[in-house]
Every structure is written in C-alpha cells, then in structure tokens.
Nanobody, 116 residues
C-alpha cells in the first residue's frame, strides 16, 4: 500500500524559509512523477512543483525562483525548499505521487502559515 507522509510545516515570518519533506512507503522511482500541491482556505488545490523520474522539474509561476523541489532516492523522500515566503504562501501543502498507470496518491497535508 502506498503511503505518503509529509512533515516540516509550521509558522514562519514573511521572508523566512521552510523545508517540507514527503516520505513514501515505496521507491519514488515507482512513480512517473511526484509533486507538491497547496490549498488555501476558499481556494482550489493548486500545483506548486513537480519532479519527474528523469529529474525534470516544473514550477508554478507564483513560486519560481523561490521554491525548489528535490528528491533523495535512497531515502524515498521528496523535498520542497521554500524561501522568501510571503503570506500568500499560507496553505495546506500536500504531497502527490502519480503512478505509471495514472493513479494519484496523496499525503495528509501539512500546514504552512506565513505571518506578515
């Protein structure tokens, strides 16, 4: 059974940094891609960053240059380094894995709150 467990969220002041982690119960190379999404109150869930099995990365325009997605394959973990945080980054952040058959798996989410 695939499980994704996020950690690293919290409260930070504007301009600060956080690093989110997503640990998987299976090899991350078993997925086509892994990604981070976020959902703020009253908003739809939005894609923040993606990393493919080849290591290619894609970012939402709103986080380009500030966020970095990376992975540690031996640890079956994907990270999201978030710098220069603003209150607009406040949301619940979710780890996502997309299987080779197109199935999506989700973590439970971790709250990120950025104070002004």
């Amino acid at each position: 059974q695939v499980q994704l467990v996020e950690s690293g969220g919290g409260l930070v002041q504007a301009g600060g940094s956080l690093r989110l982690s997503c640990a998987t119960s299976v090899s991350i190379f078993g997925f086509n891609a892994m990604a981070w999404y976020r959902q703020a109150p009253g908003n739809q869930r939005e894609l923040v960053a993606t990393i493919t099995t080849t290591g290619s990365t894609i970012y939402a325009d709103s986080v380009k240059g500030r966020f970095t997605i990376s992975r540690d394959a031996p640890k079956n973990t994907v990270y999201l380094q978030m710098n220069s945080l603003t209150p607009e980054d406040t949301a619940v952040y979710y780890c996502n894995a997309r299987s080779k058959l197109g199935a999506h798996y989700w973590g439970q989410g971790t709250q990120v709150t950025v104070s002004s």
